[in-house]
């Protein structure tokens, strides 16, 4: 099992950088993908980005592709998730999840930043 939160959330205008940080506790944090994903008033959840357990492998959606990053610390038990040139289509409350196996549906979850892109 393993326990998530997140930070790094707030108000920024657009063009602006946040860096979200999941930090986990629990043990073989190590051997779970770790995912991030976004909830917008109105509208339905959706995958932003995803990293495997060791890093070598990562998904971004295509709307935040070439502008954000994601990245883990495995050793501090932490993903990050660096978001550039931020829009104000990007406002919405960020989860990081985390699962063994399953991109899509993860098992465990945090509670959620929020983030609000100003025009």
């Known amino acids: 099992q393993v326990h998530l939160v997140e930070s790094g959330g707030g108000l920024v205008q657009a063009g602006g950088s946040l860096r979200l940080s999941c930090a986990a506790s629990g043990r073989a944090f190590s051997s779970y993908l770790i995912d991030w994903f976004r909830q917008a008033p109105g509208k339905e959840r959706e995958l932003v980005a995803g990293i495997n357990w060791s890093g070598s492998s990562t998904y971004y959606a295509d709307s935040v592709k070439e502008r954000f990053t994601i990245s883990r610390d495995n050793a501090k038990k932490t993903v990050y998730l660096k978001m550039n040139s931020l829009e104000p289509e990007d406002t919405a409350l960020y989860y990081c999840?985390?699962?063994?196996?399953?991109?899509?549906?993860?098992?465990?979850w945090g509670q959620g930043t929020q983030v609000t892109v100003s025009s």
């Open positions: 999840a985390a699962d063994k196996n399953n991109w899509t549906r993860p098992e465990y």
